[in-house]
């Protein structure tokens, strides 16, 4: 599964302006027609969302996108994600058959969410969950953690010498990257008790005030290019950079040849300054032709790869996209 880093612009449910999530990068329109053809007729940009797994009460609620940012890459990049907070958003009593309720007397009690806390070791840097379990009939015979964003199971563990005098069981999350999850302790007869949590980003970030970008090593490059150019610059700064991609994408003699020496005779460009602009050229065609990969899978909306190509790259002009999309359809269906 494919997932995107985003920010949430404003509370949403539980959770505070700020938080950071992982979720699947695919998104759906709400109100979604069940007639195709009205389907084409409308656009449903604003109206999409993305599934969060858990609102903070321990169910899966839909995340309108505008209410969330993207998470550029670089926020987290020198910071182990592993050290967030995690918070339990829900503890009960299940059976695998639906029909079978708690009526039915659960051999192995009925967990509540009073019965779960987070405990905390300073010494060994340590956080985990402590389980006071209800009377019991029965032991239990393992314990299963599942990773609720992706629907599999992270890792099981036997209980082998786990005893019917033991009140207590513990579960370690510390090394738990960032997501939302659930840990089953698993009994005879189909019964477990469920505690669904989640695993935080390490910090907030404030939507309005995210950390600039390193450069990366091609960018002070091309910034030493639009400084050459005089006024209108982003008009001259989008004829450079849509003018690489432009070579870069030819077909017929010019075919996946080099945009490089084109470009230095064009504008008399350095080397570097030219590699510069075909780094960043090829950066755009893969980003594009991987949307057109999701589309073909069924993860992404047609109608959503200019969407997504004109948030990430803004200076691609029409022409550009319409060869980036066209060529990128025929080889997702090749």
């Known amino acids: 599964m494919k997932t995107t880093r985003i920010i949430l612009k404003v509370p949403f449910y539980k959770h505070p302006a700020g938080t950071v999530f992982d979720l699947a990068e695919n998104t759906e329109p709400t109100d979604w027609p069940e007639d ?11 109206k999409r969302v993305y599934l969060l797994p858990d609102g903070g009460r321990g169910f899966a609620v ?8 993207l998470c550029p ?19 009960g009593t299940r059976h695998g058959d639906e ?5 039915d007397t659960p051999v192995c009690g009925i967990l509540r969410e009073e019965n779960v806390s987070i405990q905390h070791n300073a010494a060994l840097k340590s956080q985990g969950l402590l389980i006071n379990l209800p009377p019991f009939a029965v032991v239990a015979e393992k314990m299963v953690l599942l990773d609720s964003l992706r629907n599999e199971m992270v890792l099981e563990y ?17 090394d738990l990257h960032p997501g939302f999850y659930e840990l089953r302790i698993c009994f005879p007869d189909d019964w ?23 450069e990366k090593r091609w960018q002070p490059l091309v910034n030493s290019i639009l400084d050459k150019i005089e006024k209108p610059v982003a008009e001259e700064t989008h004829d450079l950079r849509n003018q690489a991609l432009a070579f870069c994408l030819e077909w017929g003699v010019m075919f996946s ?33 991987d949307l057109c990969e999701q589309e073909l899978a069924g993860t992404l909306l ?23 999309k066209n060529v990128g359809m025929y080889y997702a269906r090749k």
């Open 99 to 103: 029909e079978v309720t708690k009526e």
């Open 302 to 324: 047609e109608s959503d790869i200019h969407f997504e190509t004109k948030r990430k790259y803004t200076w691609v002009n029409a022409a550009n996209f319409s060869r980036l």
């Open 36 to 46: 195709d053809r009205l389907r084409e007729k409308q656009s449903f940009i604003d």
């Open 257 to 289: 040849q080099p945009t490089q020496p084109r470009m230095m005779a064009q504008f008399e460009l350095s080397q570097s300054e030219a590699d510069a602009l075909d780094r960043l050229a090829r950066e755009v065609q893969s980003f594009v032709y």
């Open 73 to 91: 890459e670089h926020v987290f990049e020198d910071q182990d994600i592993r050290k967030g907070e995690c918070r339990v958003t829900l503890a």
């Open 158 to 174: 036997v209980l082998r010498n786990y005893k019917l005098t033991d009140t207590q069981l513990t579960w370690d999350v510390t």
């Open 62 to 69: 839909s995340l309108p996108l505008d209410n969330t940012v």
């Open 192 to 214: 477990y008790h469920t505690i669904r949590f989640i695993k935080f980003f390490p910090a907030y970030i404030e939507v309005n005030n995210i950390p600039a970008a390193p």
